[in-house]
């Protein structure tokens, strides 16, 4: 049985006669928490944790976000801009996008943005923009997890980031533009699979070997977050224990020590709001058929059970 978890019928109650029905409803005390528990994940050689926006870019989010100390990893130009209107500093902002900006690109990195390109063709593009400075990239490491093919964004099945195969041409790309590669990026999705963490992380760190000015390793990806009470959520010491391991032993062999970030959206997000609406009509059809709630609400102001096939609880309070 599906529960509230930080609200009470009091507060809905309260919520709905303030500001009425739909509305969301955020607990800044479970962002604190969650942001904690990402700001602890097991490390060896210094850590810096980004909260992904684009699972919920709400401003008061992003500055009670901020405050925990986080920085931010945002998906297009318009997210940046975003934190950057909300008094965030440049420099705790990274742009990963799958489309290279097209408006604010100067304005962006003149504000200290890191630009972390996604394809041979945006580090070929920002270092004729910017010749002689530093970039990231993102590989795909040809592995991905998931809880569904939806949420596994590695592998051949998908396009983020540069194939694993073609680093080298990154790096001649980067050479003709006298650009220092200071950073790799992976990302395999939401999985929680410790073991496929660590194959990603041996495979990233095997590419930041390649270049000798990075310093470094960002590994992008969810962790799991259970919004049902049938499901398991990620154990981020758990995970990071094994990432951890991973880091000190290519450490032992290399003698290449890596700063590494960690970059969760949904795991801050995913549990700290509530949707609240009201059943506006009730249909039938038939002894056999279905009886319908109909909400004043619709799957655009929660759009990840359309877009994942996620679960996420429905609870009804009455009389």
């Given at each position: 049985?599906?529960?509230?978890?930080?609200?009470?019928?009091?507060?809905?109650?309260?919520?709905?006669?303030?500001?009425?029905?739909?509305?969301?409803?955020y607990s800044r005390e479970?962002?604190?928490?969650?942001?904690?528990?990402?700001?602890?994940?097991?490390?060896?050689?210094?850590?810096?944790?980004?909260?992904?926006?684009?699972?919920?870019?709400?401003?008061?989010?992003?500055?009670?976000?901020?405050?925990?100390?986080?920085?931010?990893?945002?998906?297009?130009?318009?997210?940046?801009?975003?934190?950057?209107?909300?008094?965030?500093?440049?420099?705790?902002?990274?742009?990963?996008?799958?489309?290279?900006?097209?408006?604010?690109?100067?304005?962006?990195?003149?504000?200290?943005?890191?630009?972390?390109?996604?394809?041979?063709?945006?580090?070929?593009?920002?270092?004729?923009?910017?010749?002689?400075?530093?970039?990231?990239?993102?590989?795909?490491?040809?592995?991905?997890?998931?809880?569904?093919?939806?949420?596994?964004?590695?592998?051949?099945?998908?396009?983020?980031?540069?194939?694993?195969?073609?680093?080298?041409?990154?790096?001649?790309?980067?050479?003709?533009?006298?650009?220092?590669?200071?950073?790799?990026?992976?990302?395999?999705?939401?999985?929680?699979?410790?073991?496929?963490?660590?194959?990603?992380?041996?495979?990233?760190?095997?590419?930041?070997?390649?270049?000798?000015?990075?310093?470094?390793?960002?590994?992008?990806?969810?962790?799991?977050?259970?919004?049902?009470?049938?499901?398991?959520?990620?154990?981020?010491?758990?995970?990071?224990?094994?990432?951890?391991?991973?880091?000190?032993?290519?450490?032992?062999?290399?003698?290449?020590?890596?700063?590494?970030?960690?970059?969760?959206?949904?795991?801050?997000?995913?549990?700290?709001g509530s949707l609240i609406?009201?059943?506006?009509?009730?249909?039938?059809?038939?002894?056999?058929?279905?009886?319908?709630?109909?909400?004043?609400?619709?799957?655009?102001?929660?759009?990840?059970?359309?877009?994942?096939?996620?679960?996420?609880?429905?609870?009804?309070?009455?009389?």
């Open positions: 049985m599906e529960t509230l978890n930080f609200l009470t019928p009091e507060l809905i109650s309260n919520a709905i006669s303030q500001i009425g029905s739909p509305a969301y409803v479970t962002i604190e928490q969650r942001c904690a528990e990402v700001s602890a994940f097991p490390n060896a050689y210094g850590l810096n944790a980004r909260y992904a926006l684009k699972a919920n870019p709400h401003l008061a989010i992003l500055k009670i976000v901020e405050a925990m100390g986080l920085h931010f990893d945002a998906s297009s130009e318009y997210e940046v801009m975003r934190c950057l209107h909300a008094g965030i500093p440049g420099e705790k902002i990274q742009l990963t996008s799958q489309q290279f900006p097209r408006e604010h690109l100067t304005e962006i990195i003149e504000a200290g943005v890191l630009f972390n390109a996604c394809s041979l063709r945006q580090i070929d593009a920002f270092g004729k923009a910017f010749p002689g400075s530093n970039i990231s990239f993102r590989v795909n490491p040809g592995t991905g997890s998931g809880s569904n093919r939806k949420t596994n964004v590695g592998g051949p099945s998908a396009s983020f980031g540069i194939w694993h195969e073609q680093t080298d041409e990154a790096a001649e790309i980067a050479a003709k533009h006298n650009l220092s590669i200071t950073r790799i990026h992976s990302h395999i999705g939401s999985g929680s699979d410790p073991e496929v963490w660590k194959a990603v992380t041996e495979m990233t760190l095997a590419q930041a070997d390649k270049f000798p000015t990075v310093h470094t390793v960002n590994l992008g990806g969810g962790f799991k977050v259970a919004r049902m009470s049938s499901e398991k959520s990620t154990d981020l010491q758990e995970v990071g224990e094994f990432v951890k391991s991973v880091f000190i032993k290519h450490a032992e062999n290399t003698g290449k020590e890596y700063k590494l970030e960690v970059e969760p959206g949904t795991y801050l997000s995913a549990n700290c609406c009201d059943v506006d009509d009730i249909s039938s059809t038939g002894e056999d058929g279905y009886t319908f709630l109909k909400l004043n609400t619709g799957m655009d102001t929660i759009t990840r059970p359309a877009l994942y096939a996620s679960e996420h609880p429905i609870i009804i309070l009455n009389d």
